[in-house]
């Protein structure tokens, strides 16, 4: 670390106040690289660990127990049981100050593992029903060794920590199976932000970018997701005489044509992108009978609180005159899954040289472009400010466009930008803790 590092590090933390720099920030840098890259092992070990039993939403049962005992052995603070099978660890520092928030989470998806590892999953689970294969396709294996890493980085830097540092380790992020609750909202219910009282928070999501390098923007970043169902009604009537009913199932391709010329067409897209899909179509059950009743489901991604009303206004009126037209009835209803995921712009700008500090010279960008997926990490930053951003698991020399992305069955990330992660965790931390202690 360079004595220049700690003036504009300072100089940004305490507002330009004359003070001297705080007792961790002396040998900040040097200390976290070091540690990091002595535990860069044991977080591979995790990683492959929790990939080879990967659990589903709300399922994260041995993943939970597999944290909490790890943190309970570096001497951290447990709480166990938060919506359902999170875990929250604080670290109390030597020294009094503010309390600030790390998170990962911990759930799997129902996926195939075809990454062809040693240690890839052979799991399987239920989803809604069915019997499915269990894979971390969204890499929150890597997650939660990523901050179990930067927790034994912490904890052996303790004495000189002014502040508690609180670690979420939050399930069922990928959303609750259908009539279970769950994921973030829930875990702020039951206290992850309290106890103590966290005064900002930081996370990490792992994606197809160039190995190590950060990615993230201030404000609006990731979308705003609403999940859409759609129940049409028409007259049942023979395959053979559709004149005698109503063709509901023409009516449903109608209606998803229609909506992709909405968000084509009809909204403004130079403003903001708008994505609204239609994923499901259930309905049917003879190949000689058309239906009474028909199901669509998709869903909505949007940045804005007034995109997402108008985009609303205008598929539910566009769905309902087209039933009208063909003579049925349709029930549209908007559920939002998650708010946008909002960074702090001041949080942001000041976190900007110390994330510099953890992947390098010219490998943080804090001009990512809008996400059109979602994260219910927006949750915490609905009540405190926080800073999600993304880490490259490119393999070097891979083109980050062309890899399997999150959700594949082939998606798979490149080991050592772990250490980045657990770097970026740390660092994060150690500067929230001086910043919050100063506004
Ligand atoms: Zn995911
Ligand atoms: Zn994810």
């Not at 994330?355 to 996400?371: F, P, R, W, Y």
């Amino acid at each position: 670390m360079t004595i220049q590092f700690d003036r504009r590090f300072v100089l940004m933390g305490l507002a330009g106040a004359a003070m001297p720099l705080p007792v961790w920030a002396q040998d900040l840098e040097a200390r976290v690289a070091t540690l990091a890259a002595q535990y860069q092992p044991k977080v591979v070990a995790w990683r492959r660990d929790i990939h080879q039993n990967p659990e589903l939403s709300n399922r994260e049962v041995r993943t939970g127990k597999l944290i909490a005992k790890d943190l309970k052995r570096m001497g951290l603070s447990v709480r166990t049981g938060l919506a359902g099978n999170g875990v929250v660890g604080v670290l109390k520092g030597g020294k009094p100050g503010p309390a600030i928030a790390l998170r990962a989470d911990m759930d799997a998806l129902p996926v195939e593992d075809k990454t062809g590892e040693p240690f890839a999953s052979k799991a399987m689970g239920e989803y809604e029903g069915k019997a499915v294969p269990v894979t971390h396709a969204c890499g929150h294996d890597a997650h939660v060794a990523m901050l179990l890493g930067a927790a034994e980085v912490l904890s052996q830097m303790k004495a000189d920590i002014a502040g508690d540092i609180v670690f979420i380790f939050q399930p069922a992020e990928e959303g609750p199976p259908k009539g279970e609750e769950g994921g973030a909202d829930v875990m702020i219910r039951d206290g992850a932000l309290d106890n103590p009282k966290v005064k900002s928070i930081f996370g990490i999501h792992v994606w197809p970018g160039k190995p190590g390098e950060l990615l993230y923007r201030p404000e609006g970043f990731m979308a705003q997701t609403d999940r859409l169902e759609i129940q049409l009604h028409g007259v049942q009537t023979h395959g053979s005489r559709p004149w005698d009913g109503v063709d509901i199932t023409a009516l449903a391709a109608d209606i998803t044509q229609t909506i992709n010329q909405i968000t084509s067409r009809r909204l403004n897209i130079t403003k903001e992108p708008t994505v609204v899909t239609i994923s499901i179509m259930e309905g049917g059950l003879r190949y000689n009978i058309i239906p009474e009743t028909l199901r669509l489901a998709g869903t909505m991604r949007t940045f804005s609180k007034a995109r997402r009303d108008e985009a609303i206004d205008k598929v539910t009126k566009v769905v309902e005159q087209l039933a009208a037209s063909y003579g049925a009835t349709a029930k549209v209803e908007f559920t939002m899954n998650a708010p946008l995921t909002y960074n702090d712009p001041q949080l942001s700008k000041d976190i900007f040289p110390v994330l510099v500090k953890a992947a390098g010279e010219g490998k943080v960008s804090d001009k990512a472009t809008l996400i059109t997926g979602g994260e219910d990490f927006a949750e915490y930053q609905k009540v405190v400010p926080g800073v999600f951003c993304f880490l490259g698991i490119a393999k070097p020399g891979e083109d980050p466009e062309k890899i399997p992305p999150n959700h594949s069955p082939y998606f798979n990330i490149y080991e050592p930008a772990m250490e980045v992660g657990v770097r970026a965790h740390a660092l994060a931390a150690l500067f929230m803790l001086t910043r919050e202690a100063s506004v």
